[in-house]
């Protein structure tokens, strides 16, 4: 029998995040560094993920970098084979890189709808793929986390941008998780998705900025959005042994909006 210390800890364990560079990816970071995994982040600019090590490092948390699309094949392969090479396995996988564009239904251009899609969807089940056959299948052991949204999970209230692909995207994550849970299962490997309400990031700027933080907390439970911390624990519990028998699970990080 562990002890709950020893099965929050990551000490000897990998990982990759994902849009690692900032928001809540680097929020996740912070919470799998500081629980004693060794990190690796991945996003498309050099100079983002050069201020995100340098913030880690500044916390006491050591992690190594590759700029990569996520978005193009050429790119997710040489992430993946950059993070195999460097780390040697990859314990966690944490898929946080997304994107969004706002328009109406009617008027939304095709390209924004497969810029959306080609990270948000196809983009992870690549990565996923890479890492989980290169690394995780043959060890037997993997803790996929998928970050999903509750965009995923209903319609947007009408007081919000209209963000059809970006919802549309993370209802396919959510049901990547349970599937891809319930194949990959039989190899030890526990895929569960973080969906999340509102937190105020570079993404949600636009959001926030359109609609008004009071407005967006009047219809929130708990009337607050979402801080740098409330990502960490649920975070850590999906990548460590504490949530081995949690699988196929997506868990909503929202301040009770889902729940009403």
């Known amino acids: ?36 995994a060794r990190l690796m982040l991945s996003a498309r600019k050099a100079d983002e993920l050069k201020e995100a090590q340098a913030h880690l490092k500044s916390l006491g948390i050591e992690a190594d970098w590759v700029a990569a699309d996520g ?29 969004t564009w706002g328009c109406p239904a009617e008027d939304y251009p095709v390209e924004a709808w497969d810029k959306v899609m080609d990270l948000n969807v196809r983009g992870l089940f690549l990565l996923t793929q890479q890492i989980g056959k290169r690394s995780m299948i043959p060890r037997r052991h993997g ?6 949204s509750i965009a995923g999970l209903a319609g947007n209230p009408v007081e919000l941008p209209e ?15 349970r599937t891809l849970a319930g194949e990959w299962g039989k190899y030890g490997i526990t895929v569960n998705a973080l969906a999340p309400g509102h937190f105020p990031s570079k993404m949600t700027r636009g959001t926030l900025e359109q ?18 911390d409330d990502l960490k624990g649920a975070a850590v519990l999906f990548a460590s042994a504490a949530g081995k028998h949690i ?9 009770g909006v889902s729940a009403v």
């Open 163 to 177: 963000t059809i692909a970006y919802n549309t995207s993370k209802g396919a994550v959510v049901n990547l998780t």
């Open 211 to 228: 609609v008004g933080v009071g407005n967006l907390t009047a219809w929130v439970p708990l009337q607050r959005l979402g801080d740098d």
């Open 1 to 36: 029998m562990s002890t709950l210390k020893q099965l929050f800890d990551l000490s000897g364990k990998t990982a990759l995040i994902t849009g690692g560079s900032r928001g809540l990816g680097l929020q996740i970071a912070e919470a799998l560094g500081d629980a004693g």
């Open 143 to 148: 803790r996929i986390v998928n970050i999903a």
């Open 71 to 99: 978005a193009r094949d050429d790119d997710i392969r040489r992430l993946a084979d950059e993070a195999l090479a460097r780390l040697g396995h990859v314990d966690i996988l944490v898929n946080n890189a997304g994107a």
């Open 247 to 255: 699988t196929g699970q997506i868990l909503a990080v929202d301040g």
